[in-house]
């Protein structure tokens, strides 16, 4: 096994676990921890986006002109994200809340930085293993 396979079976062990904890979460109905689950599998499905071609290939259909028709005709390939990528991804997450969070007390806010704080820790001991 390469290192970018093991690197790329880590990440998706990490989405995994990701995915694991929010449900959990949402049985146990802890809305911070959904809310940065949920905002942290997003940034990781944006980031594994593909850029969409500038032209449909393949049969069109003859109802909407440059269309696509068939099974999987809607299907692009993911980028595979290595396990660096998505620990990135989760640090710039807990970044920003924490960021926002700052700026939230400065303006007496301090119940929305508090829950801001929250969802980082929850993401926080995903990002560094």
């Known amino acids: 096994?390469?290192?970018?396979?093991?690197?790329?079976?880590?990440?998706?062990?990490?989405?995994?676990?990701?995915?694991?904890?929010?449900?959990?979460?949402m049985k146990a109905r802890r809305a911070d921890a959904v809310a940065a689950l949920r905002s942290?599998?997003?940034?990781?499905?944006?980031?594994?986006?593909?850029?969409?071609?500038?032209?449909?290939?393949?049969?069109?259909s003859a109802h909407l002109a440059g269309s696509r028709t068939g099974v999987g005709s809607t299907e692009a390939d993911r980028r595979a994200l290595s396990l660096g990528d998505v620990r990135a991804l989760l640090r710039a997450e807990i970044t920003e809340r924490r960021t926002e969070a700052d700026r939230y007390d400065a303006l007496g806010q301090h119940e929305a930085a508090g829950r801001l704080r929250r969802e980082a820790e929850v993401l926080d001991h995903h990002a560094d293993g």
Do not use: F, Q, W, Y
């Open 40 to 60: 942290a599998r997003a940034a990781i499905d944006n980031a594994e986006a593909v850029v969409a071609p500038g032209t449909a290939t393949g049969s069109t």
């Open 1 to 25: 096994m390469d290192g970018k396979t093991g690197s790329t079976d880590d990440a998706r062990s990490l989405r995994a676990a990701l995915r694991t904890e929010l449900v959990a979460a």
